[in-house]
């Protein structure tokens, strides 16, 4: 209990010092849907809803761009994507390491 407790406050103080990348990451994101949300003429909550499907990789396939600029700024939005989420990942890592060192 006492590795998982200093693991979750080690992780959510990375994510607080890290915050203002990670907000800008997912600022670029949301307006890139939006940007590809209007091109493609789609609401703004499906634009939303793509963009963040498409930057965390699933692509459920229901929403696809069909205009060559739409393709390359999703090509960017899963970079960016994928950026955040190593980040995240290296945050997460960080804290189990310094965690399981503390008490094993």
């Known amino acids: 209990m006492e590795v998982t407790a200093e693991f ?3 992780f959510l103080r990375g994510l ?3 915050s203002p990348l990670l907000l800008i990451l997912l600022l670029i994101i949301v307006l890139i849907g939006q940007i590809v ?3 493609e003429a789609w ?3 499906d634009a939303f809803y ?3 499907i498409t930057a965390i990789t699933v692509g459920y396939g229901d929403f696809h761009p069909r205009k060559r600029l739409s393709k390359g ?3 960017l939005t899963a970079l960016v994507g994928i950026i955040f989420t ?3 990942v290296a945050v997460a890592l ?3 390491q310094t965690s399981f060192r503390k008490y094993i």
């Open 8 to 10: 979750l406050r080690l």
């Open 16 to 18: 607080y010092f890290i």
């Open 37 to 39: 949300g209007r091109h």
């Open 43 to 45: 609401s703004k909550f």
């Open 50 to 52: 793509w963009s963040f």
């Open 73 to 75: 700024l999703a090509i």
């Open 86 to 88: 190593g980040i995240v």
């Open 94 to 96: 960080h804290a189990a």
